[in-house]
């Protein structure tokens, strides 16, 4: 915490973070969400009052902006932390749904970019992650940086147009904490909107709510009677009219109790809705229209402070509406564990694959692969148990595809020899698959002469029954136990090392 304080008191520009940082300390706990980005600059300001005729005129245009954003992932030197490149994509396809309604997207000019570098990932200022953008940066894109931001206190931090490290055409970034990265956090979104020119909903007002210049009163009314003072909100404050003066600069849970008069005795009632306020998470789901409107204003020709970002043409990336058929496993499918080949078919437009398996609802995998298949080897699957898998394919223009339908497939025991289950056309049969207690099952391509263990498994994965024999023939039948009750069972067959697994369902 020191280090915070003495790096930041060395900056004006955070003040306002140091004052709310003194009286507020205490009730920020384990969790900091603090945005580390000050006050608008003068020149931002006078930027959003140059855009006042945009939004009385309407002439907005209805066609949709599309930015370019570099993605990097900062580590410790030895390639120790980050985040997963799934977990980065996850939080650009929720800023998209955030921004969808200004008709603004994102989209990924290249896959993830990994910083190696602990003076970095470790920052406990300012000063290292200046370095950083200055070195790391991408010109004409948007560079969001993705690091551990736990030493400074901070959820991110955001650099207003035309400020901060870079230089021109590569001015500024976005630098998001981990802890503030999570898939449906609004931190991202906050910091978009500073770096697209917006100011908090609070800023100036909250300094002196009192303040006759700064301070933005609550009135709309621009010819006020006096004493009364009319509307200054295009002049005051976040210079928006269509959010309400704001007043709180410290994280808050709506609906908020806190009130205070500005100098017309008129009650400050901050809209917790807004993502530029400094309400909690939950409570914010959305720009105003003037907020969008700047936001556009401020990339949609080539002079506006951040017009560069449309200068490189948008990639045509193919629009990918439907999900990928699998081939193996198909539902009920058993593979081996250290040996599991995933196989689907190409999509047109595709140029990754995301491929996700459970075990029961937790996601025990995730990650891209530019292939069709995936083969799972080691022990990233476990033996003996049911799993599911969803598979979709993304391009850096479209981060929020359908996934595939969820299908279960089963594990055998681990396999030795390296012949792949999938790709293993010697596997025993058995039949029928569906049958009662007391049925005869038919075992057929068995390995003659040779031990067999047959092992019956409940849903709960309790070994209800095994069996084992030397077996002379290459087919048998074999009686299931009378006294077992309905339900699916997972039968295992085991031979000469080798390990098979069906699902078996008992009827009554
Ligand atoms: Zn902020």
């Known amino acids: 915490m020191k280090n915070l304080l003495f790096s930041a008191l060395s900056t004006i520009r955070f003040g306002i973070l140091i004052l709310l940082w003194v009286f507020h300390g205490p009730t920020w706990t384990a969790q900091a969400q603090v945005c580390g980005t000050g006050p608008a600059p003068a020149n931002n300001l006078s930027y959003l009052e140059s855009l006042i005729p945009h939004y009385q005129a309407q002439t907005e245009d209805t066609n949709w902006i599309r930015l370019p954003v570099t993605a990097h992932v900062v580590r410790s030197s030895s390639g120790f932390g980050g985040m997963t490149e799934t977990a980065v994509y996850a939080t650009i396809c929720n800023l998209n749904e955030r921004f969808a309604s200004g008709r603004i997207s994102f989209y990924l000019s290249e896959r993830i970019?990994?910083?190696?570098?602990?003076?970095?990932?470790?920052?406990?200022?300012y000063g290292p992650l200046g370095t950083m953008i200055d070195q790391e940066n991408i010109a004409r894109t948007i560079n969001i940086y993705y690091t551990d931001l736990s030493g400074m206190g901070l959820c991110g931090f955001a650099y207003y147009p035309l400020s901060g490290p870079g230089g021109f055409q590569n001015d500024g970034a976005i630098v998001m904490s981990f802890g503030c990265s999570q898939p449906n956090g609004t931190t991202l979104a906050h910091e978009m909107g500073h770096y697209l020119s917006l100011p908090h909903t609070f800023d100036q007002t909250s300094n002196n709510p009192l303040d006759p210049n700064d301070a933005e009163r609550v009135?709309?009314?621009?010819?006020?009677?006096?004493?009364?003072?009319?509307?200054?909100?295009?002049?005051?404050?976040?210079?928006?009219?269509?959010?309400?003066?704001?007043?709180?600069?410290?994280?808050?849970?709506?609906?908020?109790?806190?009130?205070?008069?500005?100098?017309?005795?008129d009650v400050m009632?901050?809209?917790?809705?807004?993502?530029?306020?400094?309400?909690?998470?939950?409570?914010?789901?959305?720009?105003?229209?003037?907020?969008?409107?700047?936001?556009?204003?401020?990339?949609?020709?080539?002079?506006?402070?951040?017009?560069?970002?449309?200068?490189?043409?948008?990639p045509n990336f193919p629009a990918i509406t439907s999900y990928p058929a699998k081939f193996f496993p198909q539902i009920t499918d058993t593979v081996?564990?250290?040996?599991?080949?995933?196989?689907?078919?190409?999509?047109?437009?595709a140029s990754l694959y995301q491929i996700k398996i459970f075990q029961f609802n937790v996601n025990v995998f995730d990650t891209l692969v530019e292939d069709t298949f995936y083969h799972a080897l080691g022990n990233r699957l476990r033996g003996m148990r049911q799993y599911s898998w969803i598979i979709r394919g993304i391009n850096g223009g479209n981060l929020c595809t359908p996934f595939s339908p969820r299908d279960s497939f089963y594990t055998s025991t681990y396999v030795f020899a390296g012949v792949n289950d999938a790709l293993n056309t010697s596997k025993p049969i058995v039949y029928p698959t569906a049958l009662s207690a007391g049925d005869l099952l038919t075992l057929e391509g068995l390995q003659a002469g040779t031990p067999i263990l047959l092992t019956l498994r409940d849903p709960l994965g309790r070994n209800v029954w095994s069996f084992q024999d030397y077996n002379e023939d290459e087919g048998r039948l074999i009686k299931v136990p009378g006294d077992l009750p309905f339900g699916h069972y997972l039968l295992t067959c085991q031979?000469?090392?080798?390990?098979?697994?069906?699902?078996?369902?008992?009827?009554p």
């Open 113 to 125: 970019r990994y910083i190696n570098n602990t003076a970095y990932y470790g920052a406990t200022s």
């Open 219 to 265: 009135t709309r009314n621009f010819n006020e009677v006096a004493p009364r003072l009319s509307a200054n909100c295009f002049t005051a404050g976040d210079r928006f009219c269509d959010t309400p003066s704001d007043f709180i600069a410290g994280r808050w849970s709506c609906p908020s109790s806190r009130t205070t008069l500005d100098l017309n005795n």
């Open 495 to 507: 031979q000469a090392g080798r390990g098979y697994a069906y699902r078996l369902l008992l009827k």
């Open 269 to 314: 009632k901050p809209d917790s809705s807004y993502y530029m306020s400094y309400s909690n998470d939950n409570c914010m789901s959305r720009f105003s229209e003037q907020q969008m409107m700047a936001m556009r204003a401020t990339v949609n020709s080539t002079n506006a402070p951040r017009g560069y970002l449309t200068l490189n043409p948008y």
């Open 336 to 349: 081996v564990p250290n040996n599991a080949l995933f196989r689907w078919a190409p999509i047109n437009g």
